[in-house]
């Protein structure tokens, strides 16, 4: 079993940034695949970024490749979003998933966080 919480939303300009973390339980951490999804009001919640466990792969959905990075701590138990150049479509609740492979469909994922809001004002 594996418990994420997730941390940094807010509000933020157009243009600015925000990092993102998302805090694990469990000893077993760096054997999961960890992703960020997002979703805003009105639409299906969507593939972001995603790592390996060993923090040696990453993939990116389109919208958001050159401007956020993932990343992770193994031995802190954390993954990392750090998010550039934002944007108002960047507005959404932003999720932390836990799973094996690395995967953009969210049913590849077994554990989720609550979400934090993230808001981009033009």
């Known amino acids: 079993q594996v418990q994420l919480v997730e941390s940094g939303g807010g509000l933020v300009q157009a243009g600015g940034s925000l990092r993102l973390s998302c805090a694990a339980s469990?000893?077993?951490?760096?054997?999961?695949?960890m992703g960020w999804f997002r979703q805003a009001p009105g639409k299906e919640r969507e593939f972001v970024a995603g790592?390996?466990?060993?923090?040696?792969?990453?993939h990116y959905a389109d919208s958001v490749k050159g401007r956020f990075l993932i990343s992770r701590d193994n031995s802190g138990n954390t993954v990392y979003l750090q998010m550039n150049s934002l944007k108002p479509e960047d507005t959404a609740v932003y999720s932390c998933?836990?799973?094996?492979?690395?995967?953009?469909?969210?049913?590849?994922?077994?554990?989720w966080g609550q979400g934090t809001q993230v808001t981009v004002s033009s």
């Open positions: 998933a836990a799973g094996q492979g690395l995967r953009v469909q969210e049913q590849a994922y077994l554990y």
């Open positions: 790592i390996s466990g060993d923090g040696d792969i990453t």
């Open positions: 469990g000893r077993t951490f760096s054997t999961y695949t």
